[in-house]
């Protein structure tokens, strides 16, 4: 079945700094979902991109569906981005499958 | 508030306990989800309804019980439950599922989830 791989697994930032998470996925897919879990478990949905680039505030996401990846930037990380933030991909069943996630921790 | 809500959000039992886990969407959708989140995995779907008709069932053992009696509700039905049972429970909607045709282009909207602890 269809692999999902995240990097990387863990991630510490300053308040203020900008970064970017990687989603690999290894075959072709019709979707791709960013969510981020806050530390209370709570599961939301950032974007849904099968292709292209979106931005919403300070997060933008871009996937490159050739290449079968996708990256998620962060810019000016707030303490309240802290959590771990998945991809999907539907298998070719149409479940989803998740990565292992990131687990970012932004310090004051 | 993403429209799908879950109660409750924690949960205690023993193993020989009976207990129900409950998810409701208020947004219009047709297919409902149950996923399964434990400690360092990533999530695990559980059970896929379309218009409350089951249309997945992952190799769950049968002391998970689910129950849709409407596409706006959906609940998880517990008993004799494992330690190894203990994990966070989420619930999803989508306006569509696979079965529709929608072959996994719709997003799913998750519900805060319920935290289970099995003693």
């Known amino acids: 079945g269809i692999q999902v791989e995240q990097s990387p697994p863990d991630l510490i930032l300053q308040e203020g700094a900008n970064s970017t998470l990687r989603c690999n996925f290894s075959d072709s897919v019709n979707n791709l979902q960013w969510f981020h879990q806050n530390p209370w478990g709570q599961l939301i949905n950032l974007f849904y991109i099968p292709s292209g680039t979106k931005q919403n505030g300070r997060l933008s996401a871009t996937t490159v569906a050739t290449e079968r990846y996708s990256l998620l930037y962060i810019s000016s990380s707030q303490t309240t981005d802290s959590g771990v933030y998945f991809c999907a991909v539907p298998s070719n069943t149409g479940k989803l499958i998740f990565g292992q996630g990131t687990t970012l921790q932004v310090k004051p | 508030e993403t429209g799908v809500t879950q109660t409750p959000r924690h949960l205690v039992m023993g193993m020989t306990n009976k207990k129900s886990l409950k998810c409701e969407q208020h947004?219009?959708?047709?297919?409902m989800y149950w996923y399964k989140q434990s400690a360092k995995k990533p999530l695990e779907l559980m059970f896929v309804y379309n218009f409350k008709e089951q249309t997945e069932n992952n190799s769950v053992p049968s002391r998970f019980s689910p129950e849709c009696p409407n596409s706006s509700h959906l609940f998880l039905h517990l008993h004799t439950l494992q330690p190894e049972d203990s994990a966070l429970y989420l619930c999803?909607?989508?306006?569509?599922?696979?079965?529709?045709?929608?072959?996994?282009?719709?997003?799913?909207?998750f519900g805060p989830g319920t935290r289970l602890l099995v003693l």
């Open positions: 947004l219009g959708h047709n297919a």
């Open positions: 999803a909607s989508s306006q569509g599922s696979v079965l529709a045709g929608f072959g996994g282009r719709e997003t799913q909207y």
